[in-house]
């Protein structure tokens, strides 16, 4: 048999982190003996456990331990990490350690250090005293890069043994039958919290948004200061501006819900303003564009970022169709936040928290349960779902961000 010990350490009882590696072992083909198991016995306290792991074969037991490190479990006896440089422009060695999204460190140079920019599936660069995580295609000839799992601690949010809320980390079921009022609240109280702290939120927003009547409210948060920077793509934008030229979202009347004869050439119309100006801030600037979403982001310096796609209409000047650079442009905002709320768009929300920390409180709002469940799947075990439609969901939390 080959066997590795590891120890767990932490609430490891209350974040059901302790069944779960049992059956993570267990599941797996493997087998385990509890060496050592401290309870804490008060609620501030820690527990604690080493466990000896044990499996038929190498790669096995790998696998094993690949699996466990994502809850936290870490090789009892402390390696120095193993540095193997590149052998060229966005290739790693083999066996290079593939990053969570959750706080991880690396043991160099006899000491644990924080890994900085975490970020799943992305690979851990040392350069001297600068020790940061990097996508694959940032990553240039000779880079040290961590292989390996020795001398690598991820320590991922913990389910605390007080009440914690809506944001109690892995207790994000997916279902329609929440109570929604209660969970909107505790939402617009963490905003207000995260706010009155100098904290910053984002928006990912689809164009269900403009479509249910909402852009007005997102461009008030936006006015008021409570969102920071939006993630978005050419619908959003599109839509937006659609609304502020003609009052339609894809030629429906917004404030009546009628079809609007001709109005499917409305969003076009709408792209092709935007052209002659030049962009949506010379929009604003000229008078083109006098409200709504976008007209807010200018007039308030709030960024954002508009991801294109392959079936974008135009697109809008603004989008940027190269979507290396708008990853890029997103993974900078995705370290700089404390909330991201996701409402209506699956391709994007996805796709943002795959570039979010795990510490980052985040908030997927759509009429589908499967978005909220695909981020679930791809580990952003932090969100909290909340099915329902937009429309019925931006009042109320706009509603509830008024309460004193």
Request: with cysteine; charged share 25%.
């Amino acid at each position: 048999m080959y066997k590795r010990e590891i120890k767990l350490s932490g609430h490891i009882i209350d974040s059901l982190i302790l069944p779960k590696t049992m059956d993570i072992i267990m599941d797996n083909g493997g087998d385990f003996d509890i060496l050592e198991f401290d309870i804490g016995k008060r609620k501030s306290d820690v527990s604690t456990a080493k466990i000896m792991v044990s499996a038929d074969s190498q790669s096995l037991l790998d696998r094993i331990l690949d699996e466990l490190s994502l809850l936290g479990a870490s090789i009892s006896e402390i390696e120095e990490v193993t540095l193997v440089p590149s052998p060229k422009d966005k290739v790693a060695p083999e066996g290079f350690y593939s990053t969570s999204h959750h706080v991880t460190h690396i043991y160099y140079e006899g000491e644990w250090k924080l890994v900085k920019e975490i970020e799943m599936d992305c690979l851990i660069v040392v350069d001297g005293d600068d020790i940061s995580c990097k996508p694959i295609a940032d990553i240039k000839e000779g880079d040290l890069i961590v292989v390996g799992r020795d001398g690598v601690k991820i320590t991922p949010p913990q389910r605390s043994r007080g009440k914690q809320g809506v944001f109690e980390f892995m207790n994000s079921d997916v279902s329609s039958e929440k109570p929604m009022m209660s969970i909107i609240n505790d939402v617009a109280s963490e905003i207000k919290n995260i706010k009155a702290n100098g904290g910053k939120i984002a928006l990912v927003g689809g164009p269900a948004i403009v479509h249910t009547g909402s852009a007005g409210i997102v461009a008030q948060l936006i006015k008021d200061g409570i969102i920071d920077v939006i993630f978005a793509g050419n619908a959003l934008a599109t839509h937006d501006i659609e609304c502020d030229q003609f009052g339609t979202s894809l030629g429906v009347c917004v404030k009546t819900g009628e079809v609007i004869a001709h109005g499917h050439t409305h969003h076009m119309r709408a792209i092709n303003r935007i052209n002659k100006s030049g962009s949506i801030r010379e929009a604003v600037e000229d008078g083109t564009l006098k409200s709504g979403i976008m007209y807010e982001c200018i007039k308030n310096d709030v960024p954002f970022v508009l991801a294109g796609s392959i079936r974008d209409d135009g697109p809008l000047p603004d989008v940027i169709t190269d979507t290396a650079e708008s990853q890029k442009l997103m993974r900078k905002y995705a370290q700089e936040v404390d909330m991201v709320i996701m409402i209506s768009t699956m391709l994007h929300s996805i796709a943002t928290g795959n570039l979010l920390p795990s510490r980052v409180k985040s908030i997927c709002v759509d009429i589908n349960p499967s978005t909220v469940t695909k981020l679930a799947d791809r580990g952003s075990a932090q969100v909290v779902g909340i099915v329902t439609d937009v429309g019925a969901f931006l009042p109320v939390l706009y509603n509830a961000l008024q309460d004193d």
